[in-house]
């Protein structure tokens, strides 16, 4: 028997893939899903239950006037938490993840913005929960890709 001929009798194997590198990067979208999740998911549940405890100190006018109104509005408050609660809910669970992140946005962009010009001392979380957004909405570009065709036929 030739060598040939012994070579095609043996079971083929694929080529064996070559492993990924250990690296942070390899679980970054994880860690980022994770973490903006838990985040939403606790603040969220916060605004129902209070068990984080709350700043020392009385935020600014603006600031104050701006969540008085969203609590005496009576419904806008528990949307925003609620919204918050089962986006980061999603998140968590590893389900809807690009949905999750197209119902988050408006909250994201409404905590910068209050931050921003409000209350500027936390404006650092607010970089990290956009920064977190945008990584996400980056990692998941080919599932909003047929979201933002300039025309899209009805079906």
């Known amino acids: 028997m030739t060598i040939q001929t012994l070579?095609?009798?043996?079971?083929?194997?694929?080529?064996?893939?070559q492993t990924a590198p250990r690296s942070i990067a390899r679980h970054a979208v994880t860690a980022a899903r994770i973490l903006l999740g838990l985040v939403f998911f606790v603040s969220g549940l916060d605004g129902f239950l209070h068990f984080l405890p709350q700043p020392t100190q009385p935020p600014g006018e603006g600031a104050m006037a701006f969540a008085v109104a969203l609590i005496k509005s009576g419904y806008m408050f528990p949307l925003i938490k609620g919204t918050e609660v089962a986006a980061g809910a999603l998140l968590l669970a590893n389900r809807f993840v690009p949905l999750a992140l197209v119902v988050i946005a408006p909250v994201i962009v409404n905590i910068f913005a209050f931050h921003a010009f409000l209350a500027p001392d936390g404006v650092g979380l607010a970089v990290v929960l956009a920064a977190l957004e945008g990584y996400l909405a980056y990692s998941y570009r080919s599932v909003f890709a047929p979201m933002l065709a300039m025309r899209a036929a009805a079906v």
């Open 7 to 17: 070579d095609a009798t043996l079971p083929q194997t694929a080529p064996r893939p």
